[in-house]
């Protein structure tokens, strides 16, 4: 079993709940929420686009970030304890997830030795796990979450690079090398994801009686 920081997200949303209260009360949806996450996580990655010349500015990446996961786990709330579920949600949850992780990924491409194509590689990786994370319901499986390169966990690794890049504490070499292991990591996610929801497909195969048992 792979330990990734989602398994802190209970304590997290503890810690959010009584936020999560006041929104409900005051009229605010989890579509709202998520959305809303969406919009300044894109405007964020054009930010640090428009000053990569100055590392300080990839500082932002860690501080939205950060209030990015609390709005994630905001919506989840809303929605699972207050009534705000829906299908239209379900679609916005993901596809939003994937657009605010490829605009805040994206910033590092504007870095040397970096372009678009192995930056774009990560972001592709990322999406492709949340995709064969979502698909888990298709073979009849829970939605996937595991490791070892989950959502919080690529959170974590941009944020960390977002830090020591302001700091001038790493270099291209450093984060190049950063940026592939987080790729790599992610592909193998996709790998545990897709093979964790055949797993249940099989176990939902041998549960059921062939035809002239019984």
């Known amino acids: 079993m792979t330990v990734t920081i989602y398994a802190l997200k209970p304590r997290f949303q503890a810690l959010l709940r009584p936020l999560a209260q006041r929104l409900a009360a005051s009229g605010v949806t989890a579509n709202a929420v998520t959305v809303s996450a969406m919009v300044v996580s894109i405007g964020v990655g054009a930010f640090v686009i428009a000053h990569a010349s100055d590392p300080r500015a990839f500082l932002l990446l860690p501080l939205w970030l950060f209030v990015r996961m609390a709005l994630n786990a905001i919506d989840g709330m809303l929605a699972r304890e207050f009534g705000h579920a829906s299908a239209l949600g379900a679609y916005l949850n993901e596809l939003t997830d994937v657009i605010s992780d490829a605009a805040l990924y994206l910033p590092f491409a504007w870095l040397a030795p970096f372009g678009p194509l192995s930056v774009g ?27 070892p390169m989950g959502k919080s966990d690529r959170a974590f690794v941009v944020g960390l690079l977002g830090v020591l890049l302001a700091l001038g504490w790493i270099g291209a070499r450093g984060t190049e090398l950063m940026l592939i292991v987080a790729g790599l990591l992610c592909v193998l996610t996709v ?24």
Do not use: F, I, K, N
């Open 121 to 147: 590689s990560v972001v592709l990786a990322a999406a492709l796990s949340e995709m064969a994370g979502a698909l888990g319901p298709m073979v009849g499986a829970a939605r996937r979450y595991d490791g």
């Open 191 to 214: 790998v545990r994801r897709v093979r964790a929801g055949l797993r249940h497909d099989a176990a939902q195969d041998a549960a059921v009686p062939q035809q002239g048992e019984g």
